[in-house]
């Protein structure tokens, strides 16, 4: 499952914006651009929780991990052209994975990276009279 695709960057950012980042000569969407954009933030995205411990990819990938995603992606497309917003949000997305490699953060489901077995251990001490009674 991808962390995003042009879909995801078409609904947060809308068509118009895409249409100008990628443009395919012909008043549409280039998406063999978007889909570069889209991998290199997966890539990075990987390379940092791998270093976390993290089985990558993730899936189903968390909300909070596709959102800054899309948020990296969306950066690749500027280019040098990068506004001082998009470049906070980028910004917001790697200190979000920095977060993550520290173990600050931990992902949610599907991204958990080593589960913990569900056990429970009783302890007791001795008993108060000799030969196991009361």
Same mark, same amino acid.
């Given at each position: 499952?991808?962390?995003?695709?042009?879909? &995801?960057?078409?609904?947060? *950012?809308?068509?118009?914006? +895409?249409?100008? +980042? &990628?443009?395919? #000569?012909?008043? #549409?969407?280039?998406? %063999?651009?978007?889909?570069?954009?889209? /991998?290199?933030?997966?890539?990075?995205? %990987?390379?940092?929780?791998?270093?976390?411990?993290?089985?990558?990819?993730?899936?189903?990938?968390? &909300?909070? +991990?596709?959102?800054?995603?899309?948020?990296?992606?969306?950066?690749?497309?500027?280019?040098?052209?990068?506004?001082?917003?998009?470049?906070?949000?980028? %910004?917001?997305?790697?200190? *979000? +994975?920095?977060?993550?490699?520290?173990?600050?953060?931990?992902?949610?489901?599907?991204?958990?990276? /080593?589960?913990?077995?569900?056990?429970?251990?009783?302890? /007791?001490?001795?008993?108060? *009279?000799?030969?196991? #009674? *009361?």
């Amino acid at each position: 499952m991808a962390y995003v695709d042009q879909a &995801a960057l078409t609904t947060r *950012f809308g068509e118009d914006e +895409l249409r100008a +980042l &990628a443009p395919d #000569g012909s008043g #549409g969407i280039d998406a %063999d651009t978007v889909q570069r954009a889209c /991998s290199d933030a997966e890539a990075e995205i %990987d390379a940092r929780l791998n270093g976390a411990g993290y089985a990558t990819p993730l899936s189903p990938v968390p &909300a909070a +991990l596709a959102a800054h995603a899309a948020d990296i992606a969306r950066y690749r497309l500027y280019d040098d052209q990068v506004s001082d917003v998009v470049k906070g949000r980028y %910004d917001d997305a790697m200190r *979000f +994975l920095r977060a993550i490699a520290r173990g600050d953060v931990k992902l949610g489901e599907g991204g958990d990276p /080593s589960p913990a077995e569900a056990t429970v251990e009783f302890q /007791s001490t001795p008993g108060v *009279f000799p030969g196991g #009674g *009361f």
